[in-house]
């Protein structure tokens, strides 16, 4: 069954400090991930998107990292700031047939940063 | 300047009542989408609509009924409304479909409307 999880379910960190987010996956086959930020009462905007060899790609201070043996993502953000207190959305698209794709989502950590 | 907008952003109504969102992007893109996010934050994919195709119904009760007049509007008609419908709706568009490689398939989202039902 295709499935994301996300953890942690939420965090809360000082403005200033690092952060780990982590996503697993078990989709196949397999196309590419994308990390969504989704700001409280927005909609969700794209962070990063990753394919299968692709090990590491940023994003000003957000560093996506994918281990695709492994199955698992990581998105690192450095130097945190107030505004980036949101929700993290992993996706991981599925191929089904042809140029089609399906989503699969996860559930999201909900990031606090606290001055 | 909005890229996908949304209206109304919020909506309280009555159970049994019929609504309608609707949905306006103007990205150029030829492919929209209805989202649902529940109370527990999850994404769930409803429709989507290719070129003003139907291309994605996912199990959802036909009390929903999406039109799209054209590749730049796509509208979410609900019929009977129940409790259980309370949500934010998000609608989204991408320039082909979802999930491709590189920024074809990027899904661009609106606001969001959040629909009470009471």
């Known amino acids: 069954k295709n499935q994301v999880e996300q953890s942690p379910q939420s965090l809360i960190i000082l403005e200033g400090k690092n952060c780990t987010l982590q996503?697993?996956?078990?989709?196949?086959?397999?196309?590419?991930l994308r990390w969504y930020k989704q700001d409280t009462g927005r909609g969700p905007v794209s962070l990063t998107i990753?394919?299968?060899s692709e090990n590491t790609k940023s994003n000003g201070r957000y560093t996506a990292t994918l281990d695709a043996d492994t199955k698992q993502s990581s998105l690192h953000i450095t130097a945190s700031q107030l505004s980036d207190s949101a929700s993290y959305i992993c996706?991981?698209?599925?191929?089904?047939?042809?140029?089609?794709?399906?989503?699969?989502w996860g559930l999201g950590t909900s990031l606090a940063v606290n001055p | 300047d909005t890229a996908v907008s949304q209206t109304p952003k919020y909506l309280v109504t009555q159970m049994g009542n019929d609504k309608s969102i609707k949905c306006e992007q103007n990205?150029?893109?030829?492919?929209m989408y209805w989202y649902k996010q529940d109370s527990k934050k999850f994404l769930k994919i409803m429709f989507s609509?290719?070129?003003?195709?139907?291309?994605i119904n996912e199990t959802v009760p036909n009390r929903f009924s999406p039109k799209s007049p054209d590749k730049a509007h796509l509208n979410l008609h609900i019929n009977s409304l129940e409790l259980g419908d309370s949500a934010v709706y998000f609608c989204?568009?991408?320039?082909?479909?979802?999930?491709?490689?590189?920024?074809?398939?990027?899904?661009?989202f609106g606001e969001g409307s959040r629909l009470t039902v009471l």
């Open positions: 989204a568009s991408s320039h082909g479909l979802a999930g491709g490689h590189t920024n074809t398939g990027e899904l661009f």
């Open positions: 990753m394919t299968f």
């Open positions: 990205l150029g893109h030829d492919t």
């Open positions: 996503c697993n996956y078990t989709v196949s086959p397999f196309s590419n």
């Open positions: 609509y290719n070129n003003k195709e139907l291309i």
């Open positions: 996706v991981v698209s599925a191929r089904t047939s042809g140029d089609n794709r399906k989503l699969i």
